[in-house]
């Protein structure tokens, strides 16, 4: 099994910055792909940024230009960088990872448990 660890959210004034950080832990062969989701009140969980195998990234176009993500496999993990944040960035934020745990088999996803970002003066 695979664990997921995440930390540093919490309340930031718009214009303000967060990062968050996700630790995997378990058993862990390889990491495919490592990201960002994120659900605010009465809206579908949506995808903020992901980082590929070779570090090709992919960002929310809403976020684009203000979110940085970093993964470190050696470390398993993977950090949001947010700056410039708006009230509309106010969710629970989710990391996801994509594991594959023993060589031959297919990747699985594996989510945090979220944390909260609340943007607002």
């Known amino acids: 099994q695979v664990q997921l660890v995440e930390s540093g959210g919490g309340l930031v004034q718009p214009g303000g910055s967060l990062r968050l950080s996700c630790a995997a832990s378990?058993?862990?062969?390889?990491?495919?792909?490592m990201g960002w989701y994120r659900q605010a009140p009465g809206k579908q969980r949506e995808l903020v940024a992901v980082?590929?195998?070779?570090?090709?990234?992919n960002f929310a176009d809403s976020v684009k230009g203000r979110f940085t993500i970093s993964g470190d496999n050696a470390k398993n993990t993977v950090h949001l960088q947010m700056n410039s944040l708006k009230p509309e960035d106010t969710a629970v934020y989710y990391c996801?990872?994509?594991?594959?745990?023993?060589?031959?088999?297919?990747?699985?996803?594996?989510w945090g448990q979220g944390t909260q970002v609340t943007v607002s003066s």
């Open positions: 378990g058993t862990i062969f390889s990491i495919n792909a």
């Open positions: 996801n990872i994509q594991v594959v745990t023993r060589w031959g088999r297919p990747p699985n996803d594996y």
């Open positions: 980082i590929l195998t070779g570090g090709i990234t």
